[in-house]
């Protein structure tokens, strides 16, 4: 798990066993599955909600690393509702949303994956995984 400090091309999204975790389904961890895009690999992702991630502003932030037409293009993010723009301009599910970059155990091949973590109602605390795109 690293971040992102380079300009990317997102090229495809891989598939996400499980993609939404519920309360006590996201601790201490989600846990979930990609299959890699280049070789078929099954790899396993874990999130610990307060502890993974960095937040998906520094990816846009003056399009540094990506634009925010790529990220709502290839569906990895939305624009926020008016009443939740204080977690960012850009966001999964309108909470606060972070990112990471892993590889493919087997072939290395590079992905990152985007989520949101919050409470969407008083005690409903949902971990949502938008999902994992390989990048170059």
Known sequence: MYSISNKINITKKASVTKSTFINDEALP???TTFTCCNCGHENTVEIKPYESGFPIFQMYNEDKII???ELL???IV???S???LHFGE???NDLPTLYFGTDCSSCHSK???VFSYGEKQPGLMILSISGVWKYE
């Open 29 to 31: 961890a989600a846990i």
């Open 67 to 69: 634009s925010k037409d």
């Open 73 to 75: 293009k290839h569906g």
């Open 78 to 80: 939305n624009g926020t």
């Open 82 to 84: 008016q009443r939740m």
């Open 90 to 92: 850009l966001t999964v």
């Open 111 to 113: 992905y990152i994956c």
